[in-house]
């Protein structure tokens, strides 16, 4: 059975950072690549980055770039989300998700639970 | 910047009735990139659909999508009291992902 398990929620000053871990159980880690994707309060989902559990190569979001960094770390199948120069729009909660792919179609296929990050002075 | 649009914003039904929601995309997307979600309150999303019309497990058959192009549809026969929910369509393509703003669908 697949699981991601994230960390607890936290809350921030603006300006600081968060660093949000995703543990995954349940299949081989290294096969599928990795998505963050976060939802503020009452809205809708922003896809934020990926990760390549394999390579650990990443692509970010453009209007993330510079403050979001994703790592993996193979050895327990754990993959982090770290957002830097927090502001109070960063407030969402936070999904990790396990990608999976069919015949070329590429989906969101499980999810974390979500951690919600509060930013706030 | 690519867009997906979706329509209706809120969509007021009652169970029994059939729900048709709508995706579309500002340019043309490879149908294998497209995919469907629900989303209850407090809970992840749950995938309903990928490659534009392929169920996910567990996913009854009442749920179907379909389109091609930049057109895209939701379409959910005999609503149940469980199908009232938020929907997203989605695109992922090249390792990067864009969302619909989404679909409510409440009851009526």
């Known amino acids: 059975q697949v699981k991601l398990v994230q960390s607890g929620a936290e809350v921030k000053k603006p300006g600081a950072s968060v660093k949000v871990s995703c543990k995954t159980s349940?299949?081989?880690?290294?096969?599928?690549?990795l998505s963050w994707v976060r939802q503020a309060p009452g809205q809708g989902l922003e896809w934020m980055g990926w990760i390549s559990a394999y390579y650990g190569s990443t692509n970010y979001a453009q209007n993330l770039q510079g403050r979001l960094s994703l790592t993996r770390d193979t050895s327990t199948g754990t993959v982090y989300m770290e957002l830097s120069s927090l502001r109070s729009d960063d407030t969402a909660v936070y999904f990790c998700i396990s990608e999976r792919e069919t015949t070329g179609s590429i989906y969101f296929q499980y999810w974390g639970q979500g951690t919600l990050v509060t930013v706030s002075s | 910047e690519f867009v997906l649009t979706q329509s209706p914003g809120t969509l007021s039904l009652s169970p029994g009735e059939r729900a048709t929601l709508s995706c579309r995309a500002s340019?043309?997307?490879?149908?294998?990139?497209l995919a469907w979600y629900q989303q209850k309150f407090g809970q992840p999303p749950r995938l309903l659909i990928y490659?534009?019309?392929n169920r996910a497990t567990d996913i009854p058959d009442r749920i179907s999508g379909s389109g091609s192009g930049t057109d895209f549809t939701l379409s959910i026969s005999r609503l149940e009291h469980e199908d009232f929910a938020v929907y997203y369509c989605?695109?992922?393509?090249?390792?990067?992902?864009?969302f619909g703003q989404g679909t409510k669908l409440e009851i009526k």
């Open positions: 490659g534009a019309s």
């Open positions: 349940g299949y081989t880690f290294v096969t599928y690549g």
């Open positions: 340019q043309s997307v490879d149908s294998r990139h």
């Open positions: 989605h695109v992922y393509g090249s390792s990067r992902a864009t």
